[in-house]
């Protein structure tokens, strides 16, 4: 078909650029653009592709926020907000279930820990405070890495998508689990070995250490 005014864009600029050792075409000044590129420099190859997966990973996240319009505080508010609330709910449950559900408690808060200790902040004082946030009701506080304070991470506008902290903590779940039952498989054939070194010997098999 033929070509027609709506088929054409509007663009201030357009011109051929040398950028390195490469010719590029710049268009710039567009209304309302489709698309866009984003131009990453860097020292070596190395850098340029960290610096491009840091982009592409936070546009990612951006897009998820936008889509599903759910969004958690961040700086490791969730994780302590679920941990004091497992914590409380584990004594009404009872018996092996109440350790594994105050085990995977504890786990959570690796996370605001994990914070800390990466900027340089006592990980002890910072789980006390953020521990006697969350039971004064303050289910945004989190660890800000630059005074090592407790704030209310709402406030700060330091979020996360709702999907992208659901999925981690659902992989890490699935991997611990993963792992315990390959720990059981282990276990389960050393008996088995056990067990039949002591019909060979005609006394009774020796239970293995672990």
């Not at 663009?11 to 390195?20: D, P, Q, S």
């Not at 990980?123 to 946030?133: W, Y």
């Not at 989190?142 to 659902?170: C, H, N, S």
Request: aromatic share 2%; with cysteine.
């Amino acid at each position: 078909r033929e070509i027609t005014p709506a088929d054409l864009g509007e663009a201030e600029l357009v011109e051929e650029r040398k950028v390195g050792d490469e010719k590029m075409v710049f268009i710039e000044g567009c209304k309302n653009p489709k698309a866009v590129t984003i131009l990453v420099r860097g020292g070596t190859e190395h850098v340029v592709e960290e610096i491009a997966r840091g982009i592409e990973d936070a546009i990612r996240v951006v897009a998820c926020a936008i889509e599903d319009g759910k969004v958690v505080a961040g700086a490791g508010a969730p994780e302590m907000e679920l941990s004091l609330r497992l914590k409380q709910w584990a004594p009404s449950v009872g018996g092996r279930e109440q350790l594994a559900i105050e085990a995977f408690a504890s786990a959570l808060e690796v996370i605001p820990r994990t914070l800390a200790e990466n900027a340089g902040i006592d990980p002890i004082d910072v789980i006390v405070n953020l521990k006697s946030a969350h039971e004064k009701g303050q289910k945004y506080a989190g660890v800000d890495v630059d005074t090592g304070k407790v704030v209310d991470m709402k406030k700060r506008g330091v979020i996360e998508p709702l999907r992208v902290k659901t999925q981690a903590i659902q992989s890490a779940t699935e991997v611990a689990v993963m792992i315990l039952r390959v720990d059981d498989v282990i276990a389960a054939k050393g008996l088995e070995k056990e067990k039949e070194k002591g019909k060979e010997k005609g006394g009774e098999p020796e239970m293995p250490e672990f």
